[in-house]
């Protein structure tokens, strides 16, 4: 069975982490370099990889015990949330340096499945141990609902590379990163908050 309350956390919570990270600006550089809609596939399929590891190792947590499991999972959410604090300083002077690295790995003169594959790498090894990822785990591990945190969190970010494809560069001119990492943070203290309340009552 489905949870949809847990899918729509799952959802929001990675929407919002991932916003501000580096994926989005390589989605949205490789984008204007290769074909949209391959970009988003390749970086779609790597996602899916990328969340069904994740989910797979949550699910392995979840054995563990109730409070151990609990404890963990807040510790991850104030660690995402620190992560996202440190990073967003120096966010938007880092971006035209990021945006120059993924374009060198950006093929022009792909076409088709090179371009679907040239994204599934680009991304697959940029979103490796990525706080997204680890924030998935800590999800299926709190809840013990592997496919409804796999749906919302592969949603998420099909939705947010979806954006990065399609009005990225227009979203970027007016909302900065470090605000975005703000608002991240800020969600990932909420969560680390419910945990340690649910721990506690």
């Known amino acids: 069975m489905l949870d949809l309350l847990v899918i729509a956390l799952t959802f929001g919570a990675i929407f919002v982490v991932e916003l501000p990270d580096k994926t989005f600006i390589a989605t949205l550089v490789m984008s204007t370099k290769m074909r949209p809609l391959f970009v988003w596939i390749g970086v779609g399929l790597a996602f899916m990889v990328q ?36 990073e967003a300083r120096s966010a938007d002077e880092d971006e035209p340096e990021q945006e120059e690295e993924y374009a060198a790995k950006a093929d022009s003169s792909a ?8 994204s599934f790498i680009v991304l697959f090894a940029a979103e490796w141990g990525d706080l ?3 924030l998935t785990l800590s999800l299926v591990a709190k809840y013990d609902e592997p496919l409804s945190v796999f749906l919302g969190a592969w949603g998420a970010l099909l939705a947010v590379s979806g ?8 979203l970027l001119k007016h909302v900065k990163l470090s605000v975005l990492h703000y608002v991240g943070a800020t969600v990932c203290l909420g969560m680390a908050g419910l945990t340690l309340w649910e721990l506690l009552g």
């Open 163 to 170: 954006l990065a494809v399609i009005v990225g560069r227009v």
């Open 51 to 86: 969340t069904g590891i994740a989910v797979g190792l949550g699910k392995a947590a979840s054995f563990l015990p109730s409070g151990l499991v609990q404890g963990a999972a807040a510790t991850m959410f104030l660690i995402g949330a620190v992560i996202l604090l440190r």
């Open 111 to 118: 076409h088709g499945l090179k371009v679907v594959a040239t």
């Open 132 to 134: 997204s990822q680890l």
